[in-house]
């Protein structure tokens, strides 16, 4: 069994329990073993952009070494935490001035310049173990189901950091669908905002942005979504005012898998 360091976030250990068990259950019977760092911190959430701002990256530098001091690639699954750490170890590789700052303050054993490979969930899913391979893994497979991929804001953007997939016509979602027997729904906002992060702010602009999500969605013929994002499943479901269901792409991967069962008991 393949072990990979596993960064969960905090949202993973209250509202977002689902997108973690799933996952895990899953990574078990695909034959991936994930392991928590000891004593990790919430990643922030959001990116600074700020170049005078260094304390904000130290959390995800701190999981970053981590991962680094055991030789495992790190895995993230939701949307938020992948984008915070992805985005911290590109500029820990391509900004050495900020290197130098985030390793002065830290005084680690040694430098961490970057060397940790980072993998969202959905990219371990088709970098390493493969979609063909997921598919003969397959028990219970959606056949017949109509399924809308909702990538959102954080998980393909900004692109050159993310190098996750194309940022205006985005596969890896499809192809996961395609993986565990489900026909995927190509809409037109799949990879727009659907106005989570205003929540608080401004309630009936999120309501605005989340409604013409699912109304795209639904336009084409979906019989679900399946998002990674842990504000965007909250948003689409909460204030959008539609009945369409909205998933855990985890949740699905653990039905299809034959491993949801034991994980609701």
């Not at 977002?16 to 004593?39: C, N, Q, V």
Request: aromatic content about 8%; some cysteine.
């Amino acid at each position: 069994m393949e072990t990979f360091t596993y960064y969960p976030g905090c949202t993973l250990r209250t509202k977002a329990r689902d997108l973690d068990r799933y996952a895990r259950s899953s990574a078990m019977a695909l034959g991936i073993s994930l392991e928590e760092p000891d004593d990790w911190q919430c990643c922030g959430g959001a990116y600074t952009t700020a170049k005078d701002e260094i304390a904000t990256k130290l959390s995800a530098v701190r999981t970053l070494n981590a991962a680094k001091s055991v030789n495992r690639p790190l895995v993230t699954v939701c949307s938020a935490c992948h984008n915070v750490i992805k985005q911290t170890n590109y500029d820990i590789i391509h900004d050495d001035e900020m290197a130098s700052k985030v390793n002065n303050y830290l005084k680690l054993d040694e430098p961490y310049c970057g060397e940790t490979t980072v993998y969202h969930y959905l990219e371990l899913l088709r970098d390493v173990i493969g979609f063909d391979e997921l598919a003969k893994r397959v028990v219970c497979p959606f056949k017949g189901k109509k399924i809308a991929a909702y990538y959102g804001c954080l998980l393909l953007r900004p692109s050159k950091a993310l190098a996750m997939d194309d940022p205006e016509n985005p596969s890896i979602m499809e192809d996961f669908i395609k993986a565990i027997g489900g026909t995927p729904v190509i809409y037109a906002q799949r990879n727009e905002c659907c106005g989570g992060y205003i929540t608080l702010e401004d309630k009936d602009q999120a309501a605005k942005r989340s409604g013409v999500v699912m109304r795209s969605a639904a336009d084409q013929g979906a019989d679900m979504i399946i998002t990674a994002c842990p504000l965007c499943l909250y948003n689409l479901k909460k204030n959008s005012g539609s009945e369409l269901p909205v998933y855990y792409f985890t949740e699905l991967l653990a039905e299809a898998l034959g491993v949801k069962e034991e994980n609701d008991e």
